[in-house]
């Protein structure tokens, strides 16, 4: 359902990126894109490779700028990475020479913040996904499931409004991929933040999600929304409902076309 613009955190207005390649050619990698992404919600962007999902996370990050059109956070142009945002990312890139707890803790000592307000928080984060008692390992010790749990609690850390996630569960195998569909649920749940996923799976998109956009092939622009129509708590056998099934289908066919 349409909401009102007062309800939007991002306001995506006609946005395009073009951008020069090695070879010197301009290459459009979006096109025309209108979307609002409301306060609190969790919405994914999928589509082919190559549609422009990731640069449009890197707009929604402030980390470059549309070619054209107006991009809007908090109804002020968004002109660099506003405050409060967190991303994870496919790879954890968790520090080695660090242990668990203090790659957590690694936002808070950039930002310059005291540090023993957030460990007790940080403990916290690792016990909602699983990790307590790990707080002292070194993350090289993690298997590749729990560092991206780890990663996760250290988006999280400084209590951002937004949290980016650009394919975060990308390589990880399909049962460990569910174990964290559920803690990133929870993990919502809990912060009442919104979240924007980048993803490739479907199955992903519609089982986390609030909303999934369909983005066409490059130049990406949005062919096709969809309200996910399930219980806001959702369980692993949700993923396997007549209901659940269908959505990923007509989500499957308008990538297809």
């Known amino acids: 359902m349409p909401q009102p613009e007062a309800a939007y955190l991002y306001q995506i207005r006609d946005v395009g990126l073009c951008y020069r390649d090695a070879s010197g050619h301009d290459v459009e990698a979006l096109s025309r894109v209108d979307c609002g992404i409301a306060r609190g919600e969790f919405i994914s962007f999928i589509g082919p490779s190559g549609c422009g999902k990731t640069t449009l996370l890197k707009l929604l990050s402030g980390l470059i700028s549309p070619s054209r059109g107006e991009l809007l956070f908090n109804d002020r142009k968004l002109d660099g990475p506003p405050e ?3 991303m994870a990312f496919q790879d954890p890139l968790l520090l080695p020479w660090r242990n668990v707890i203090d790659n957590v803790l ?14 007790g928080k940080a403990a916290d ?19 590749g499931g729990m560092r ?5 609690c250290r988006a999280l850390i400084n209590d951002p409004h937004v949290l980016l996630l650009d394919e975060p569960f990308g390589a990880l195998d399909a049962f460990t991929r ?8 929870e993990l919502h749940r809990r912060t009442r933040g919104t979240m924007i996923l980048i993803t490739h799976q479907l199955h992903e998109a519609v089982f986390l999600s609030d909303r999934v956009v369909v983005l066409s092939n490059r130049p990406g622009h949005i062919v096709h929304e969809a309200i996910i129509d399930l219980p806001k708590q959702r369980s692993r056998d949700v993923a396997y409902s007549t209901e659940f099934i269908a959505q990923v289908d007509v989500l499957r066919k308008k990538i297809e076309r």
Do not use: M, N
């Open 84 to 86: 409060g945002i967190g």
């Open 106 to 119: 690694l936002p808070i000592e950039i930002l310059r913040l005291p540090r023993q307000h957030y460990v």
């Open 125 to 143: 984060l690792l016990t909602v996904v699983g990790l307590a008692g790990f707080e002292t390992k070194a993350s090289w010790q993690l298997s």
């Open 148 to 152: 991206q749990r780890a990663s996760l």
């Open 178 to 185: 569910e174990e964290l569909w559920l803690i990133l649920q």
